[in-house]
């Protein structure tokens, strides 16, 4: 009988599931701890019903209509069989061998609850646990910090742990009503967490069962984020002042200085940045910041952001340009760490880009982007266009191309190569280092470059253009948005101005 149910809530977006089921066909067939897969569709409209049969070892159970991800986990752990259940967002899936570690935390008959490492698809930390911070909300622990961090490579018992891989006690979670339905897609799980205190169970932080995860893949996911954030409230402020609290840096207003000789490309990335910081309420401002602004609470919390320059500037961040590596963000202030830089663009800059793929089978124009100046028509075999930098910004005619080949990076912020993306070009990319942080294994195309003229000679001559195209903009809208790179500046921000997150005590248990 195996030892742990598997149980992945899913809505759609089956290139997802597929990856992540196939992630549990290779541990299956790596001999890792022994289990069973559920797959519980809330009524996706995608061709999930009929590509679920390429898994015939997964047992499937559909909803007419979206239970949204409470409902889905609740009707999947009644079908398990098995002692332990694991639910497993279908945008996530184990890194290594995941599963043996986390159902070694159940050894202590304590724990009821054990969740694993998440992180974001560059090998940065997206949660190490949950903490609960003074004011009373709830933060991933080393949100957007290097996974090397002993936070991040510690076990231990925790406060809470994210659903996104979070596995229980089958029928200890059943006998206590399972995840409250009354939450759409967001504090099921810390509500679930604290439920569990209060029956005296421990929730196990488990850091050798690492799992990597989009957040925030499925539609919808944070449409209801103020109502559920108002329940959790109302049912458990009350409740919250025993718990141990952690405190983080806090950053307020933003100095971005501009660079007068910056490149086109590296101009809209930072303009698109600054938008998303604004969007979080940080007030950005071009110069160093002055006193007349401290009337402003905001402004009395400030650090700088140093875009691609050799300016230092205390406490903030630095984004560069590394030697033969894709750039990256390093703090400056009160420690001193380095994670990869993530590119983003705004929906408003890939709808200018005049560069869209073409469907036609009679177009064979090939677009090539970045260090393309030695590549001709003969090495293709096609007609090639050199993207520029003004048809990435929407300046000319648009440009048709049946897909795009990335020789590099367009730029210092890898903002044309995210522009490509997410605006539809079937990829095609050189085997580099940077274009892997950038594209995923499984929605371009890469290939050395004797490989490239079969590669493109694919696209020409009946690869779906639109398959590609649509697999590469979800995985690189998700990836490269805005919101996530505006999340991952102000975490290191926070961190350049007061360091890592350490013992706090209580400011106030009603947060809203």
Not at 116 to 139: C, M, Y
Not at 335 to 342: A, G, N, Q, T
Not at 424 to 440: C, K, M, Q, R, V
Request: hydrophobic share 45%.
């Amino acid at each position: 009988m195996a030892r742990l149910s598997i149980v992945i809530p899913v809505y759609d977006n089956w290139w997802l599931t597929a990856r992540c089921l196939s992630e549990l066909d290779r541990l299956q067939r790596a001999g890792s701890a022994s289990f069973e897969t559920i797959v519980v569709d809330n009524a996706s409209t995608d061709e999930t019903p009929e590509a679920i049969a390429a898994f015939p070892w997964v047992r499937y159970l559909r909803h007419e209509t979206n239970r949204n991800f409470a409902g889905a986990c609740n009707a999947g752990a009644r079908m398990a069989e098995a002692p332990l259940a694991l639910f497993l967002n279908n945008d996530a899936y184990p890194v290594g061998d995941a599963l043996t570690p986390l159902v070694a935390a159940f050894d202590r008959p304590e724990v009821a609850i054990a969740g694993g490492a998440l992180f974001f698809e560059d090998g940065v930390t997206q949660a190490a646990g949950l903490v609960l911070l003074r004011n009373a909300h709830w933060h991933y622990s080393c949100r957007n910090l290097p996974s090397s961090l002993d936070g991040v490579t510690t076990s231990r018992d925790a406060l809470a742990v994210s659903g996104a891989a979070m596995a229980v006690r089958t029928e200890w979670f059943l006998e206590g009503g399972g995840f409250d339905e009354s939450f759409v897609n967001g504090f099921e799980d810390v509500d679930l967490c604290l439920r569990a205190r209060e029956r005296g169970a421990a929730i196990a932080y488990v850091a050798e069962a690492r799992f990597a995860h989009y957040e925030g893949a499925s539609a919808g996911r944070f449409d209801r984020e103020r109502e559920n954030e108002e329940r959790f409230y109302r049912q458990w402020a009350s409740r919250l002042a025993p718990l141990p609290r952690t405190q983080r840096g806090e950053v307020g207003a933003i100095a971005m200085p501009e660079n007068a000789h910056e490149e086109p490309l590296l101009a809209a990335a930072r303009v698109d940045l600054a938008a998303a910081l604004r969007a979080f309420g940080h007030p950005v401002v071009r110069r160093p910041l002055r006193r007349r602004g401290w009337f402003d609470p905001r402004f009395r919390q400030a650090a700088s952001i140093e875009w691609f320059s050799r300016e230092v500037s205390q406490p903030g961040i630095r984004i560069e340009r590394r030697a033969k590596t894709f750039p990256s963000i390093r703090t400056l202030g009160a420690i001193d760490i380095e994670v990869p830089w993530l590119p983003c663009a705004s929906a408003d800059s890939v709808a200018a880009c005049a560069v869209s793929r073409s469907d036609d089978p009679s177009c064979t124009t090939i677009g090539l982007a970045g260090d393309a100046d030695d590549f001709h028509d003969v090495d293709l075999g096609y007609p090639v266009v050199r993207i520029t930098q003004e048809m990435l910004l929407g300046q000319g005619e648009r440009v048709p191309v049946a897909c795009v080949v990335h020789c590099g990076l367009t730029d210092d912020a890898a903002f044309g190569n995210v522009l490509l993306g997410q605006a539809g070009l079937p990829a095609i990319a050189l085997s580099n280092e940077g274009l892997g942080t950038i594209f995923a294994a499984d929605v371009a195309i890469f290939a050395q470059r004797s490989e490239l003229r079969g590669a493109v000679a694919r696209f020409v001559n009946g690869a779906p253009r639109d398959s590609y195209g649509h697999l590469v903009a979800a995985d690189s809208r998700r990836r490269f948005s805005p919101r996530r790179s505006a999340i991952r500046v102000v975490d290191l921000l926070c961190a350049a101005r007061f360091g890592l997150e350490r013992p706090a005590t209580v400011r106030t248990n009603t947060p809203l």
